[in-house]
């Protein structure tokens, strides 16, 4: 089984419904987002996935949150809370997504990690 990783910052703003504590009033964060692949077959080159296309497939999402608040952004405006567990869930559903197709399937999205601080971060996988 090969692996690989590529790391994307971007600086957003949100707050937390349904939460009492200081994340409940607006606040921003200077988030890093991990996304890691996996598969079980190179490519023609011996790669799993060039990095440079692993980093294209994650712009548009990274584009998306990039210097907004995102509580005002789909899906995070209504119901789904923008807590870092959400992130990285978005993260992993539009990159899983997006590699589907462009790969056939022969890889797929492991897990993404995303950080709120330096310290502090969440992971979703299936």
Request: with cysteine; charged share 25%.
């Amino acid at each position: 089984m090969f692996e690989v990783t590529v790391e994307a910052g971007f600086s957003s703003g949100h707050y937390l419904r349904n939460y009492r504590g200081k994340c409940e009033n607006p606040h921003g964060h200077n988030y890093k987002v991990f996304v890691t692949l996996i598969g079980e077959e190179l490519d023609e080159a011996g790669m799993l996935l060039d990095f440079k296309l692993l980093k294209q497939v994650m712009r548009p999402t990274v584009d998306y949150l990039d210097h907004f608040m995102i509580n005002d952004l789909p899906p995070f405006d209504k119901e789904m809370n923008p807590s870092a567990e959400n992130l990285a869930k978005y993260f992993y559903d539009q990159t899983s997504a997006q590699l589907h197709e462009m790969t056939s399937g022969r890889v797929r999205v492991k897990d993404c990690t995303l950080y709120e601080t330096d310290t502090s971060f969440a992971r979703y996988y299936k």
